[in-house]
C-alpha cells in the first residue's frame, strides 16, 4: 500500500496520517464543508470535499468515497472509528471495490455486531458470560420466568446496542414488562433491530477490555487491559493501563479468553475484547468491538507499539512484528476524553469558539487532537477535542502528571471536561483504585466543582484585596509586580 484515505476526520484521522508519513505512506483526507480548515486536511497529501456537514451527506456516504479512492488511485482505506468503521455492509462493498481495507472482514463485524450472535459463537471457547438468555426473547411470560430463575434484578439489553441505549435494569418482576417493552422500542428505533435478551445484572462492576492483534497468518496476541470503568451516560472519560485491581493470573486468564474470541470470528487486525469484573475476580464477556478504540494510545504507552503500524502492516499480509513473549507491559498510563461538554450541567455538549486553545507539554505527555485556536466545535459531530495521554514509572507518577496536565492545559470559549476528570483523578477512590462503573453516580455532583471554583474565586478576591492593600501602603510598587499577580489571579480562574 503506498496510498491510504482515511474515511475519518478529526484527531483519529491527524492521527492515522502521523503513522503513514512515518511508514512513507501517501494519504487522503476526505472532509465534510464544516471541516474544511481543520489540521487534519491540510496535513493530508491530498484531500477531497466529501459533502455538507452531515455525516449522512459526508462522511458515510461509502459510494463517494469509492469513487474518490479509483479516482486519486488509492490502495488502502483506514476507517479510524466511529462512522463507517464497523459497517459489514459498507466494509463489503470497499473490498469488492478492490480496495484494501485496514480492518476485520465484514463477517467478523456481523458475528460480533450482535450480542446473541458473539455469544453463540464464543460459547465452543468456554468463555465466561454473565447468566441470561443465549436468544431473543420471543415470550415475554418465559421471559419472566427467566428472570426470576437468574433473581431480580437483571438487565434487559438490545442484541445490536451500544451506548447504553436499548439497555434497561430491572429491579423487580413487576417492572418487568413495561421495561421489556421500553427496550425492545428503544432497540428498534436506535438500531433497527428489536432484538433483546435478558443477563444477570452485576450490582458493581468494573468494566475491563483486552486489547488483540491478528495478522493473517494465525497469530494473535493481546496486548494486556485496560480500565475504563469511569464512564457517564455508559461511556468512557477517563481509562487506564493497567488495571490497578488484576492479578498476574486474572490478566492471563483474560488475555486468554480475548485470544480465543478472536479466533471465534476469524478475527484479522486490531480489536477490543470487553469484560466485566466482578468483586475484582470474577470476570465475564460482554462483547467485542471490531475496530480501533479511542483509547488505544494507553496500550501503546505502556507497550510501545504502534497500533496504526501494526495494522497497516497486517493489512498488507505481513506477519505481526512481535510475539506474546516479547510484550511487557512498561509502567502506567491514563487517559482522559476531553469533550466540549458542561459537567455542571449534565455534561451537556457546550458548543462554541476555541478562544484560548494551549495544549500542555513536557515529558510523558502526549495529546491528540484536531482543533486549533480560534476554531469553532461543529454541532454535527462528537464534541470531543482531544485525548491528553499521561505516562510515568508507575500508577501515581501517571496520575499527577495527568494532573498537572489538565492544570496546564488551557481552553476558553467553551466548557470542557477538565475540571471533572480533575475532581476524578483527585478522589480518594480513584486514588486508592476502590472504583467501579458507578463512580460518577456515587461521587459526581455538579456542585463540587462549582464550590470549588468558588473556593478559588474567594482566593482571588483575597489576594487582590492584599495587593490593593500594598499599594496603598506602597504606591511606587513596580507595574510590573502588579500585572504578573493578575496573571496569576487569571490562571487560576481558568
Known sequence: MKKILVANRGEIALRVMKTCKEMGVKTVAIFSEADRNAPFVRYADEAVCIGPPPSNQSYLKVDKIIEICKELNVDGLHPGYGFLSENA????????????????????????????????????????????????????????????????????????????????????????????????????????????????????????????????HGNIVYLFERECSIQRRHQKVIEEAPSSVLTPEIRKAMGECAVNVAKACNYVGAGTVEFLLENNKDFYFLEMNTRLQVEHPVTEMITGKDLVKEQINIARGEKLSFTQEELKIQGHSFEIRVYAEDPTNNFLPDIGRLNTYKRPEGMGIRVDDGFEEGMDIPIYYDPMISKLITHGKDREEARKRMIRAIVDYKISGVETTLSFCKFTLEHEAFVSGNFDTHFVGKYFTPEVLIEKDDELQEIAALFAAKIHSENVKNPTQSVELSVERSKWKSNRLK
Open 89 to 216: 455492509e459498507a466494509t463489503r462493498k470497499i473490498t469488492e471495490a478492490g480496495i484494501n481495507f485496514i480492518g476485520p472482514s465484514p463477517e467478523a463485524m456481523e458475528l460480533m455486531g450482535s450480542k446473541l450472535a458473539a455469544k453463540a459463537a464464543v460459547k465452543k471457547y468456554n468463555i465466561p458470560m454473565v447468566p441470561g438468555t443465549d436468544e431473543a426473547i420471543k415470550d415475554i411470560n418465559e421471559a419472566k420466568q427467566i428472570a426470576l430463575n437468574i433473581g431480580f434484578p437483571i438487565l434487559i439489553k438490545a442484541s445490536a446496542g451500544g451506548g447504553g441505549k436499548g439497555m434497561r435494569v430491572v429491579e423487580k418482576v413487576e417492572e418487568f414488562e413495561e421495561q421489556m417493552n421500553r427496550a425492545v422500542s428503544e432497540a428498534q428505533s436506535s438500531f433497527g433491530d428489536g432484538s433483546v435478551f435478558i443477563e444477570k445484572y452485576v450490582g458493581s462492576p468494573r468494566h475491563i477490555e483486552i486489547q488483540v492483534m491478528a495478522d493473517k
